[in-house]
C-alpha cells in the first residue's frame, strides 16, 4: 500500500522559509510525476510545483523563484524548499505521485497535507 506523508509545515513570520519533505513508502511502478499543491481556506486546491520522472521541473507563477522543488530517490523523499514566504502563501500543502495505470489513464496518490501559516 502507497503511504505520502508530508511534514515540515508551521508558523513562520512573513519573509521567513520553510522545508516541506513528502516521505513516500510503498511500491510504485511507472511514476510520471510528483507535485506539491496547497489549498487556503476557501479556495481551491492548486498546482505548486511538480517535478517529472525525467527530472524536469515546473512552477505556478506565485512560486517561481521562491520556491524550489527537489527529490531524493535513494530516500523516496519530495521536498519543497519554500523562500520569502508571505501570508498569502498561508494553506494546506499536499503531495501528490501522479502514475501510469494502463496505457490510457493516470492515478494519483495523495498525502494528508502538512499546515503552512505565514503571519505578517
Known amino acids: 500500500q502507497v503511504q505520502l506523508v508530508e511534514s515540515g509545515g508551521g508558523l513562520v513570520q512573513a519573509g521567513g522559509s520553510l522545508r516541506l519533505s513528502c516521505a513516500a513508502s510503498g511500491s510504485i511502478k511507472s511514476i510520471v510525476r510528483t507535485a506539491w499543491h496547497r489549498q487556503a481556506p476557501g479556495k481551491q486546491r492548486e498546482l505548486v510545483a511538480f517535478?517529472?520522472?525525467?527530472?524536469?521541473?515546473n512552477y505556478a507563477d506565485f512560486a517561481k523563484g521562491r520556491f524550489t522543488i527537489s527529490r531524493d530517490n535513494a530516500k523516496n523523499t519530495l521536498y519543497l524548499e519554500m523562500n520569502s514566504l508571505s501570508p498569502e502563501d498561508t494553506a494546506v500543502y499536499y503531495c501528490?505521485?501522479?502514475?501510469?495505470?494502463?496505457?490510457?489513464?493516470?492515478?494519483?496518490?495523495w498525502g494528508q497535507g502538512t499546515q503552512v501559516t505565514v503571519s505578517s
Open positions: 501528490s505521485i501522479t502514475y501510469l495505470m494502463t496505457t490510457w489513464s493516470l492515478g494519483d496518490y
Open positions: 517535478i517529472t520522472s525525467g527530472g524536469s521541473t
